[in-house]
């Protein structure tokens, strides 16, 4: 059974520019949640995402970022004109249901650097 | 959520038992408590979770005291490959459970 995956698994892009994050939850897994790690930090929750629909985006920058999780394909994370202060590893984790019993499991994470 | 403590860093001898504590004094009835490691800068990996019970698995035992204000993690015969860094976590039920709220967590140095 394959895990979660993610890709790229290094992504760099210059300022200004658009970085696109793809998440592949682990098969049966329909919960699908994105958590940000900056260097020298722990890892805080941006956003929480069913198939089509977006249930908690709490953890989400209001400007430049957004993510989806269509019927079809993996998960996105987008970040439109990125800044330095988006250089970090970015972790998708997959569960099976919602509630507090559901471990999550997560995937290897995209590094993203900004230069 | 209940907010946790942790000792910021500790070593094992390999092949010894490795006992990670966590103190979680303002648990409520109905939160979980959750360990998950972090191996260098790799995905976090979920380890072990319990409610009221000790739990074990495969990988560690699980140890909460009877008041649930602190448990142990255990990792019973401690390897090179389990050099992480250790998270406790104390997980609500219901509505924001999903959220995982990682702290600082244990920097575990196994030692040949």
């Known amino acids: 059974n394959a895990g979660v995956m993610q890709n790229p698994r290094h992504l760099v892009r210059r300022r200004g520019q658009e970085a696109r994050l793809r998440c592949s939850p682990m098969?049966?897994?329909?919960?699908v949640y994105w958590y940000r790690q900056l260097p020298e930090e722990g890892l805080k929750f941006m956003v929480y995402l069913q198939k089509e629909n977006i249930i908690d985006e709490s953890g989400m920058p209001k400007e430049r970022f957004s993510a989806e999780f269509p019927k079809e394909g993996p998960s996105i994370l987008r970040i439109q004109q990125v800044v330095r202060g988006d250089s970090a590893a970015y972790f998708c984790?997959?569960?099976?249901?919602?509630?507090?019993?559901?471990?999550?499991?997560f995937g290897p994470g995209t590094r993203l650097t900004v230069t | 959520d209940a907010k946790t403590t942790q000792p910021p860093s500790m070593d094992c001898a390999e092949g010894r038992a490795a006992n990670l504590p966590c103190n979680h004094s303002?648990?409520?009835?109905?939160?979980?408590v959750y360990w998950y490691r972090q191996i260098h800068s790799q995905g976090p990996q979920y380890i072990i979770h319990g409610l009221k019970n000790n739990e074990t698995n495969e990988m560690a035992s699980l140890i909460i005291t009877e008041d649930r204000k602190s448990s142990t993690l255990i990792l019973p015969h401690a390897t090179l490959r389990d050099t992480a860094v250790y998270y406790c976590?104390?997980?609500?039920?219901?509505?924001?459970?999903?959220?995982?709220?990682f702290g600082k967590g244990t920097k575990l140095s196994v030692i040949p």
């Open positions: 984790a997959s569960s099976p249901g919602q509630g507090a019993n559901y471990e999550q499991y």
């Open positions: 303002t648990i409520s009835g109905n939160e979980y």
């Open positions: 098969k049966g897994h329909s919960h």
């Open positions: 976590i104390v997980r609500l039920t219901g509505a924001g459970s999903y959220q995982l709220t």
